[in-house]
């Protein structure tokens, strides 16, 4: 069974600072992947994504994921955090094989941004 | 497009009711899933369908609950009777067909059974 994990519930950094949300996932074929993240009161957005090829993924808003096959890994970054970023961010696995979209979420990370 | 579409955003409703929540799906999408998401279990995939027929309701906690998708533009997650520890956020999300394509998701009902 597919299974993610968020190891940090809750992050706190300031602003301008740089960010990593870890994600480890169990799957027992390539995984597809995915960050979202949420805002209060709202739906999840889409941020990126992981399909295939180049391990390094872009996203909207200056974030960026990197799949690692050898750890498990789908670590969320951004390179200088802003106070509109303070949100709730979540990791997802989901298979294709035979449609369907079966997403599993991790727990989520809380990111709080100081000024 | 306007997005997936759920009302009511916020539904109160006392325990015994029966609460219809709705979704409109990003048109020609051909998957639609219900999710719940509760402080205790996260987000939680209670069904999904696939061309209006459901494919996999394991997810669906239990016979109070019950989901339709008369038409590729319209689906409904019923609850009779609601209990208080129905209260959550409902969200519904849809996906187009095919591989290298992502869920969508509705800003969610937030509902609280009391």
């Known amino acids: 069974a597919q299974s993610v994990t968020q190891p940090d519930i809750h992050i706190t950094v300031s602003e301008g600072a740089s960010l990593e949300l870890r994600c480890n996932y169990s799957?027992?074929?390539?995984?597809?992947l995915f960050w979202y993240v949420q805002s209060p009161g709202q739906g999840l957005q889409l941020l990126l994504k992981y399909f295939s090829g180049d391990t390094l993924v872009q996203g909207i808003k200056g974030f960026e994921a990197e799949f690692k096959r050898s750890q498990s890994s789908f670590n969320l970054r951004k390179p200088s955090v802003h106070w509109s970023d303070a949100a709730e961010y979540f990791c997802?696995?989901?298979?294709?094989?035979?449609?369907?979209?079966?997403?599993?979420f991790g727990t989520g990370t809380q990111l709080k941004v100081e000024l | 497009d306007a997005g997936v579409i759920q009302s009511p955003r916020h539904e109160v409703t006392e325990m015994g009711q029966e609460v219809t929540l709705r979704c409109k799906p990003i048109s020609g999408h051909d998957y639609l899933f219900w999710y719940r998401q509760t402080m205790m279990r996260g987000l939680e995939l209670l069904i999904y369908f696939n061309n209006n027929v459901p494919i996999d309701d394991s997810g669906m906690p239990e016979d109070r609950f019950s989901a339709k998708m008369p038409n590729a533009s319209f689906s409904t997650l019923k609850i009779q009777p609601s209990e208080p520890r129905d209260s959550a956020v409902y969200f519904c999300?849809?996906?187009?067909?095919?591989?290298?394509?992502?869920?969508?998701f509705g800003q969610g009902t937030r509902l609280t059974v009391v």
């Open positions: 999300a849809s996906r187009k067909q095919g591989a290298n394509t992502e869920a969508f």
């Open positions: 799957y027992g074929a390539t995984p597809y």
């Open positions: 997802a696995v989901g298979p294709f094989t035979g449609g369907g979209n079966k997403l599993t």
